[in-house]
């Protein structure tokens, strides 16, 4: 089955780098974008960009141009979310999705990666 | 970026119920309108896709109606396992959710 695995959860310190990881399995790892998703405690859910998983092109959010940057291993199915300058507010659940057919749909999303930004 | 508003922010109801909820984006998407579960803890769940297809699985108490910018997502005859927080998404141009829908037991 189609399955979003992601790396463990994060403690950060403001002003750090985190990157989180979301290893593809059970489909063609090169004919979906993966999309990243966050959401802080009791937010709504936030779009960060996504990266085409064959020619690896990304596009991400205004809110977040600058400080983002996805990437991936397609030797390993893997796509990467790498957040810098962290503050406080950066403290949310990352999830990774596949984009899925033509209506452009999120599915499946990864379990999710707790991001913790704290001095 | 397109913005997406759902109302109402939270309901309560009872198991049996039926229930609607809006999304109003501000400006028109076609049917690029998806409706997602969201389970305290977990990932969210795609339900409806392309405004008013039933994703593979989901039970056909769930609907979903609308194009250009107003959407509805309506469950009939509401179940246990409905409690949960809905959200909806635009895919016409870059993503952007609604700020989610709290359903709760009355």
């Known amino acids: 089955q189609v399955q979003l695995v992601q790396s463990g959860a994060e403690v950060k310190k403001p002003g750090a780098s985190v990157k989180v990881s979301c290893k593809a399995s059970?489909?063609?790892?090169?004919?979906?974008?993966i999309h990243w998703v966050r959401q802080a405690p009791g937010q709504r859910l936030e779009w960060m960009g996504w990266i085409n998983g064959g020619n690896g092109n990304t596009k991400y959010s205004q809110k977040f141009q600058g400080r983002v940057t996805i990437t991936r291993d397609t030797s390993t199915s893997t796509a990467y979310m790498e957040l810098s300058s962290l503050r406080s507010e950066d403290t949310a659940m990352y999830y990774c999705?596949?984009?899925?057919?033509?209506?452009?749909?999120?599915?499946?999303w990864g379990q999710g990666t707790l991001v913790t930004v704290s001095s | 970026d397109i913005q997406m508003t759902q109302s109402p922010s939270s309901l309560s109801a009872s198991v049996g119920d039926r229930l609607s909820i809006s999304c109003r984006a501000g400006?028109?998407?076609?049917?690029?309108l998806n409706w997602y579960q969201q389970k305290p803890g977990k990932a969210p769940k795609l339900l409806i896709f392309g405004a008013s297809s039933l994703q593979s699985g989901v039970p056909s108490r769930f609907s979903g109606s609308g194009s250009g910018t107003d959407f509805t997502l309506t469950i009939t005859s509401l179940q246990p396992e409905d409690f949960a927080t809905y959200y909806c998404q635009q895919s016409y141009s870059n993503r952007t959710f609604g700020q989610g829908t709290k359903v709760e037991i009355k």
């Open positions: 059970g489909y063609t790892f090169t004919n979906n974008a």
């Open positions: 999705a596949r984009n899925s057919g033509s209506a452009g749909t999120f599915d499946p």
């Open positions: 400006q028109s998407i076609s049917t690029y």
